[in-house]
């Protein structure tokens, strides 16, 4: 896993991630799919470590995760699923962001046992959403798994919530709140990573 994440473009700097935290690293994961042959091995790894629980489903957040799900769910023969974020204002707010179901998926999703991926997760906004969404329809989250785990954010909260996080790999991570962030006592100049922007 590490010779794959480790060829990614990483950016440090002073980033705002989707869960309100502030961070000094960015991955760029956009080009982790791009050759499935090459990722094909970690998507198997992880698809053994979820098979445990036995889920019907696997489900992912747009982008990467959904890609991550698709894959998953066709290496167990499992039915895929995929979250799409939805429109909210997110200003100011710790986990403010909000996934929704298509509405065809919404209804077929319901008494489904669920693996929740994610290619990356470091304080778990959008699989935490996800899992809030399929919750919202019926199913059942039985899993969280991904491929990299940052930090301690995502597991404290699925631990406090009985639902186990499996990953290929684990490594620290700096996450602040905002009103406790060094980079912003520092003065720096804030991003938000996916968009470009202040």
Not at 70 to 75: D, E, F, L, V
Not at 153 to 159: I, L, M, N, P, S
Request: aromatic share 8%; proline share 8%; net charge negative.
């Amino acid at each position: 896993m590490d010779h794959i994440l480790n060829a990614l473009p990483a950016r440090h700097g002073h980033f705002r991630l989707e869960s309100g935290y502030h961070t000094d690293l960015w991955l760029n994961l956009d080009a982790l799919f791009l050759s499935p042959r090459d990722i094909a091995p970690q998507v198997a790894a992880l698809a053994g470590l979820l098979q445990a629980y036995e889920p019907t489903a696997i489900c992912g957040p747009l982008l990467g995760g959904a890609f991550l799900a698709q894959a998953i769910a066709s290496h167990l023969g499992a039915r895929f699923y995929f979250c799409q974020p939805a429109p909210t204002d997110t200003a100011n707010r710790l986990f403010a962001a909000q996934y929704q179901l298509p509405p065809d998926l919404r209804q077929r999703v319901r008494n489904e046992r669920v693996a929740v991926v994610d290619d990356v997760i470091s304080a778990g906004s959008s699989v935490r959403a996800t899992a809030a969404a399929l919750d919202a329809a019926g199913a059942a989250t039985i899993v969280v798994g991904c491929l990299l785990l940052l930090g301690d954010k995502a597991v404290e909260h699925f631990t406090g919530r009985g639902v186990p996080l499996a990953s290929l790999g684990r490594r620290a991570f700096n996450l602040w709140m905002p009103d406790q962030c060094p980079l912003c006592m520092a003065g720096g100049p804030i991003e938000d990573p996916m968009t470009g922007t202040p």
